[in-house]
């Protein structure tokens, strides 16, 4: 399981980039993404990334829908 969730979030980042050339890879963390992004580019980026899991959902078609989460925070520490 933890090698499919892997390859979700490897296609999910490379729509995204794909989709939004705006943002900026900062890290991965275990099967979380940080990326750093405008500040007036935040509320873009939050419906942009919608759409990637929606289409995310369509290419995979499985029963179950995959759900991504979207925190915001200036510093790492903001982001618990």
Do not use: M
Request: with cysteine; aromatic share 12%.
């Amino acid at each position: 399981i933890q090698s499919s969730a892997s390859g979700v979030l490897d296609v999910y980042c490379l729509k995204l980039f794909q989709f939004c050339p705006y943002i900026e890879f900062v890290a991965l963390i275990h099967d979380e993404v940080i990326f750093s992004v405008p500040d007036h580019l935040i509320e873009k980026l939050k419906l942009d990334s919608d759409e990637v899991v929606q289409s995310l959902n369509k290419d995979l078609e499985w029963s179950v829908p995959i759900r991504f989460g979207t925190k915001i925070a200036k510093t790492f520490g903001g982001l618990k």
